[in-house]
């Protein structure tokens, strides 16, 4: 199904996503970390996170990649999120080569592959590895998901291991050398250098009723955002019932609906045959915003609707600006021969007065302001064209960063 496309009004630029069940790849970055002018020591960049600069969630974390019995820097390997998915990049520079990887990521070094009761990492046994790279950058992918529900404040450990090798001259066999992510030692190899890992901390934003969300719309309720989308669209399906499914009226119930909906109608609604029916118009979205693409919206329910109305424009619409008639993916349980307008807040009770005159059609709900302070829903006739909010909603990992543990 072809998806339309909405860009945001801010600066957006194209990104490479690697999905989770490709956990390996060169770096597809554009800008990688500096590994010139990183520190000895852990850092991360300057940039800060907010809410109004949602973008600073791709900074990266970046340690040195230390090399050989005397730890000789040979790049730097750097982690940040991007969508959902924990990425660590390793780097290197001054002719060195990545050979191979072996990289483990958990919470608990208890849990980390070992070689008996030696306290020694068994790199054959960690879980993301790569071999024969012979490339100065390269990716490894983790899913959020793997590390477990809510990430906020957590901190990990990772011990990022890799074989580096460089020419040393004409005819001469290239220098080979183990190389470790700087950080705390893990056990002692030998008399030599060190296994070692370093620890990181997810930092959450957290948004306010307001703020601007992660894809770029209105934050209206917890963790939900909305986009009004321009133009003017029908709900579809005169005369057909979509079912149970689609009549779903509370918070958290749009997406459903929403699926119940493009479910039974395809990619044309039953009546007039068009494809861009007000669930389907929301469902198809695409929108760029700060680097990330952003696939995942619905038409909201009844009750979705009446909370962004009353969140957010409950005291100034019907005098500043104005706001047209919105559609919901809920569909309406009872037969009305016309829309009867219902003041949600004078005759909550009265609403389902005409239920009595039955006629062959259904109805879907609809949303708006009449002045300050009422919000009003119809029954709306499907066939009629009102305008649309798409919602998505959001986990806190969105617009996560990575950052030294305090």
């Known amino acids: 199904m072809k998806k339309s496309s909405l860009l945001s009004m801010v600066a957006a630029i194209t990104i490479f996503a690697v999905a989770c069940s490709q956990p390996m790849g060169p770096s597809p970055d554009a800008v990688e970390p500096d590994v010139r002018n990183a520190s000895r020591s852990p850092n991360l960049t300057s940039q800060s996170v907010s809410a109004d600069n949602p973008a600073a969630s791709a900074a990266w974390y970046t340690v040195d990649l230390l090399a050989g019995r005397q730890g000789v820097r040979v790049g730097e390997v750097a982690v940040r999120i991007k969508g959902d998915e924990l990425w660590v990049t390793y780097t290197t520079g001054d002719g060195w080569q990545l050979s191979d990887i072996n ?5 608990d070094l208890s849990d980390m592959p070992q070689a008996g009761n030696s306290g020694n990492p068994l790199l054959r046994r960690f879980p993301h590895r790569a071999g024969g790279i012979e490339e100065t950058a390269y990716t490894i992918t983790v899913c959020l998901a793997k590390l477990g529900d809510d990430l906020c404040g957590k901190i990990f450990k990772v011990a990022a291991h890799a074989e580096v090798e460089k020419p040393r001259g004409r005819g001469a066999a290239r220098q080979r050398e183990d190389a470790w992510a700087d950080g705390e030692r893990i056990s002692e190899l030998g008399r030599g250098l060190s296994a070692t890992y370093f620890a990181f ?7 306010a009723i307001g703020d601007i969300g992660p894809a770029g719309g209105e934050v209206f309720y917890r963790s939900m955002e909305a ?7 029908p709900w579809g399906g005169y005369g057909y019932e979509v079912g149970e499914a689609a009549q779903g009226w509370g918070i958290g119930e749009g997406a459903a609906n929403t699926a119940a909906i493009v479910a039974a109608y395809g990619d044309a609604e ?15 979205l695409i929108v760029e915003h700060n680097g990330r693409t952003y696939e995942d919206w619905f038409l909201p329910s009844a009750g979705e609707v009446k909370t962004y109305l009353y969140n957010l424009h409950y005291d100034k619409l019907g005098t500043e600006i104005y706001l047209p008639w919105f559609w919901t993916s809920t569909e309406s349980t009872s037969f009305w021969p016309s829309p009867i307008s219902c003041c949600w807040e004078t005759y909550p009770d009265e609403c389902d007065f005409c239920d009595a005159e039955r006629s062959p059609e259904y109805f879907a709900y609809a949303f708006d302001v009449e002045y300050p302070g009422v919000v009003s829903w119809f029954k709306y006739s499907r066939w009629a064209m009102a305008s649309l909010l798409a919602v998505r909603t959001f986990s806190p990992c969105d617009e996560a960063r990575v950052v030294a543990v305090p």
């Open 201 to 207: 901390q997810f930092e959450c934003v957290e948004y």
């Open 103 to 107: 990289l483990w990521v958990g919470d």
């Open 270 to 284: 039953p009546y007039e045959g068009r494809s861009d029916y007000a669930a389907k118009v929301a469902d198809d």
């Open 227 to 233: 986009l009004r989308v321009e133009g003017w669209y």
